[in-house]
């Protein structure tokens, strides 16, 4: 017969457990909130700096101008700039992020051409260190929703490594939010720049609403209002210079961007895993009370069995 006690203490556990999980999650959902407004807010900047790049481009073909980050050369080295979280607890975040990297690496390592990583997170910095793979830099403890500042510190390292001839070519790989439920691993080229990727293009922001006391993702796509200077401007600097001075903040906003992709991948993970681990423990705890109530029983019915044969003996 199961002990009672036991179970009763196995079910006050899991309901421990499951407030922990229910907690986490509400803070999870909370930080998306946070992110999104973040993406918001960092949305008019990004957009004036798309037009004023979109009117250089009309004016100048970038081609011809001889910018060290536009300058492209043989490559035989590629830095794999790889964005992961610092904690755990976030299904298969982390995993999948880091799969994706030793993927790229392995089609690089077949062509001849060599690699080292640039690390963001503590998960994959643990993860490549252990297998002593070639890792240029790394940056651990920063902040779960990212600051302009440190997206500023990690492309100092890039451009360091780029222009010192280092590697000879950045790829981004970092997690692209699609939905609360949903996230892929993408790759992006960040140096040198490509001319065609500074046109303008709708782009999308998320929004995080409740409906019918569920968490759902609603995606806007928002069209950047681009046009050209007028024929007749007259810059006071070079238009090379501007767009030398340009082109580094460009970067900045593009890698900001792909931090907060992957802060809210992060979290929307974060979230679905403990919504998932308090249903599992909601489904746990009703299978051990009516454990407890058939064991419960059982020891009753035992009472009432011993009670009545005792008085048919005295009988």
Partial sequence: ???LKSIRDRIQSVKNTQKITEAMRLVAAAKVRRAQ???????PFADRLAQVLFGLQSRL??????????????IKKVGLLVISGDRGLCGAYNSNVIRRA???????????VDYSYVLVGRKASQYFERREQPISAKFTGLEQIPTAAEASQIADELFSLFLSETVDKVELIYTRFVSLISSRPVIQTLLPLDPQGLEASDDEIFRLTVRGGKFEVERERVAAQTQSFPQDMIFEQDPVQI???????YLNNQLLRAMQESAASELAARMTAMSNASDNAKELISNLTLSYNKARQAAITQEILEVVGGANALE
């Fill in 1 to 3: 017969m199961p002990n």
């Fill in 37 to 43: 407004e973040q993406v918001i807010a960092t949305r």
């Fill in 61 to 74: 073909r970038f081609e011809e101008a001889n910018l060290p980050l536009l300058r492209k050369r043989d």
């Fill in 102 to 112: 030793e993927t790229r690496a392995s089609e690089l390592k077949a062509e001849g």
């Fill in 243 to 249: 767009l030398d001075a340009l082109l580094p903040l």
